[in-house]
């Protein structure tokens, strides 16, 4: 008998190795949807190899809405398949993409029993590691276990509120560069123009992470960030949710390409910022991811990955959803002039004279905090919260196979009339003047900077770069809407402006 040619054995073995994967993937598929079936969890019937995707395609091209200026809700153009499935099968519903099955809860009970599941209990999808491998590597973000809690402990220190007040500082001589550019772009212009402002505060929430994280400016950071930036884009723009096609993510195609060498890109770039580092005396979160890695006794290029890793986890995370926060606060207050005078007043009479802020200070901006948790509450930048059962885990009355991905849409919860009142489609800072836990009921339907565990270790830096920011911003300038301005959000994994935002800013 003849030998099979190489490439015809090598064809065989692919087949039948895809056949077993095909068949594992579709066997527990099938068992999860059973077991939450028969609990009473309904949702639409999927097929074998698209489950419902294709239906989400569907319902997105028939449901979507043109947005208009004033629509605060972009989830019935992004998500609309998820408002459909909600109003057909209610607050808990699953749904397939072939290779996942996604429990999507908004009832509130199970929310608050997703913020007391353990670690070991709930942790990020394995599929998430996978498609966003390139963009936070080995970091933070993407850990489960023993890892995450290492990488956790590690980092969280450098973020409690007495290291942040070292670091306002730094956030204001970040923030003069912008001042002046746009002072000069008006002057040249009469005094009021229209300015992109979506660029610049990009580069200006770059320069703070760089500042207070790697005791660098953007300059030195920049191909990062805008090597980070093509990363994203191309990252998102690859459907991480599309069934068993998903197996195609393992080709060469030209995206996949692209990615590859950004990726590589980016780890030379870092590389060389490390290499300037190990020769500097700078005691910041470097230096501490450094450590780190020698700390768990990691060499060569397993050290380097978890020092990427992290690295990029901060570059992006750091300072790409704290400046889509500062883009859409503009545009708000800008659509809103009566919160817009509220907020500058305030500031104008804190920043007296051009004092220098504290934390004191910052305390005392009222109106502006109210003004930055209604953005959240309406704009929260990652818009989807999504776990994997790491085991059997039981939430409420409900017990959830190991397997089971567990999708919560923030800004469902954040819209929902039943905790935030007739009015919660609106701009109304005032909901929150008595603080969180009285701007809706309960308290935990308002999750910005996630729920539980795993909630954002940044969030405190996050919140004093947008007061100090927008104090400095609102005392200097006044902002109108542009009448290029489209409003169309669109999902990058953050939700942010998809062609811009063109402001109307006059000098003060």
């Known amino acids: 008998m003849e030998e099979l040619p190489a490439l015809t054995i090598a064809l065989v073995i692919l087949s039948l190795v895809l056949s077993y994967l095909l068949h594992q993937v579709c066997l527990r598929s099938e068992n999860i949807r059973k077991k939450l079936r028969r609990q009473g969890v309904k949702g639409p019937k999927p097929t074998v190899f698209f489950g419902n995707t294709k239906e989400m395609k569907r319902i997105q091209q028939e449901l979507q809405i043109v947005q208009t200026k004033d629509a605060n809700n972009y989830l019935s153009t992004l998500f609309p398949h998820l408002l459909l499935w909600r109003e057909t099968y209610g607050p808990v519903f699953i749904y397939s993409t072939g290779a996942l099955e996604i429990l999507h809860v908004s009832d509130p009970e199970l929310v608050k029993d997703i913020g007391h599941c353990t670690p070991s209990e709930l942790g990020k999808p394995n599929y998430l590691k996978r498609s966003r491998k390139a963009l936070f590597g080995g970091g933070l973000f993407t850990l489960n276990g023993d890892e995450w809690a290492y990488q956790r402990k590690l980092m969280a220190p450098e973020f409690i509120m007495d290291k942040i007040k070292g ?90 390409r692209e990615i590859r060498k950004l990726e590589e890109e980016v780890r030379l770039l870092i590389l060389d910022v490390i290499k300037e580092h190990n020769n500097s005396t700078d005691n910041d979160l470097l230096r501490v991811i450094i450590d780190g890695a020698q700390g768990c006794h990691l ?168 007061k100090v920011v927008l104090a400095r911003l609102l005392t200097r300038f006044s902002f109108a809407p542009s009448p290029r301005y489209r409003h169309a959000p669109v999902f990058r994994l953050t939700i942010e402006p998809g062609f811009g935002m063109p402001l109307v800013v006059t000098k003060l």
């Open 167 to 256: 670091m306002i500082e730094l956030i204001e001589d970040a923030t003069v560069p912008l001042l002046e550019s746009w002072e000069s772009i008006l002057d040249n212009a009469g005094g009021s123009g229209e300015i992109a402002v979506d660029d610049y505060l990009r580069k200006l929430s770059a320069d703070v992470i760089a500042r207070v994280c790697f005791g660098s400016s953007f300059t030195r950071g920049e191909d990062i960030f805008c090597k980070l930036r093509q990363l994203q884009k191309a990252v998102s723009q690859q459907d991480a949710l599309v069934g068993l096609s998903a197996f195609w993510k393992y080709l060469p195609t030209r995206a996949i």
């Open 299 to 466: 060499q060569g290029r397993e050290a380097e990955d978890f020092i990427i890793g992290n690295c990029k986890g901060m570059y992006f995370a750091g300072h790409g959803t704290t400046a889509v926060t500062m883009i859409w606060c503009l545009m708000l207050l800008a659509a809103h002039p009566e919160w817009q005078e509220h907020a500058r007043a305030e500031a104008a009479e804190i920043c007296l004279g051009g004092a220098t802020l504290d934390v004191e200070a910052l305390r005392r901006l009222k109106i502006i905090t109210m003004v930055i948790q209604e953005t959240l509450r309406l704009y929260p930048p990652a818009s989807l919260m999504m776990r994997e059962a790491l085991t059997d885990v039981k939430m409420g009355g409900l017990d959830v196979p190991r397997g089971t991905i567990i999708q919560v849409a923030r800004s469902m919860l954040h819209q929902d009339e039943d905790a935030w009142g007739p009015n919660a489609g609106e701009f109304r800072p005032d909901r929150f003047a008595n603080g969180v836990a009285a701007a809706c009921r309960p308290a935990h339907m308002y999750m910005p900077f996630g729920h539980g565990p795993r909630t954002c270790i940044g969030q405190n830096l996050a919140m004093v770069e947008l």
